[in-house]
T-cell receptor
Framework: AQKVTQAQTEISVVEKEDVTLDCVYETRDTTYYLFWYKQPPSGELVFLIRRNSFDEQNEISGRYSWNFQKSTSSFNFTITASQVVDSAVYFCALKDAGGTSYGKLTFGQGTILTVHP | KAGVTQTPRYLIKTRGQQVTLSCSPISGHRSVSWYQQTPGQGLQFLFEYFSETQRNKGNFPGRFSGRQFSNSRSEMNVSTLELGDSALYLC???????????????FGEGSWLTVV
């Protein structure tokens, strides 16, 4: 069975601080996919990144960066110089390549990020 | 390119009624999946459809059902509504994914259902 754990339920920072959201996952599959989504109050889940299990290269996109470490089953997300607009709920998700994986993402419980001006 | 579109955005129903939610996927996407989001249970997978066939199903009672049309649009239905069905229902679409595929899954804004 798959499991995703986001250790931080809520994080509060002041604008321009860096913040890291932790994500730890469990799966028996050797091939899998990891995702991060942002959910603003409107409800839509906004796709941020997808990472394949066979590609451990870290990625940077503007102020966002992701650190994938297969050895520790972690896929952490860092926002550099946070802004008020970054305030949202962030979800880490896992999709296996085998079994009954059609369309199925397993989500963590989410981290509520509040950035204060 | 239009995103995933869900209707209605908000609705209020009474216990015992049924509800139908609609989802139009991103143009060209043929896989549609549905999720339920509640404060207590978080985001949970309901089912996935591809080419009008349900290929995967989550752990929900038979009151929850869905279907997909030939144009890939999908509907989900919840019958005999219970208070616990109050939730945000999210639809997602993906391009033609194989079982082992990690194709990106894009979500709509969701339908907020309140059961009173």
């Amino acid at each position: 069975a798959q499991k995703v754990t986001q250790a931080q339920t809520e994080i509060s920072v002041v604008e321009k601080e860096d913040v890291t959201l932790d994500c730890v996952y469990e799966t028996r599959d050797t091939t899998y996919y990891l995702f991060w989504y942002k959910q603003p109050p409107s409800g839509e889940l906004v796709f941020l990144i997808r990472r394949n299990s066979f590609d451990e290269q870290n990625e940077i996109s503007g102020r966002y960066s992701w650190n994938f470490q297969k050895s520790t089953s972690s896929f952490n997300f860092t926002i550099t110089a946070s802004q008020v607009v970054d305030s949202a709920v962030y979800f880490c998700a896992l999709k296996d390549a085998g079994g009954t994986s059609y369309g199925k993402l397993t989500f963590g419980q989410g981290t509520i990020l509040t950035v204060h001006p | 390119k239009a995103g995933v579109t869900q209707t209605p955005r908000y609705l209020i129903k009474t216990r015992g009624q049924q509800v139908t939610l609609s989802c139009s996927p991103i143009s060209g996407h043929r896989s549609v999946s549905w999720y339920q989001q509640t404060p207590g249970q978080g985001l949970q997978f309901l089912f996935e459809y591809f080419s009008e066939t349900q290929r995967n199903k989550g752990n929900f009672p038979g009151r929850f059902s869905g279907r997909q049309f030939s144009n890939s649009r999908s509907e989900m239905n919840v019958s005999t509504l219970e208070l616990g069905d109050s939730a945000l229902y999210l639809c997602a679409s993906s391009s033609n994914p194989t079982m082992g595929s990690g194709n990106t899954i894009y979500f709509g804004e969701g339908s907020w259902l309140t059961v009173v």
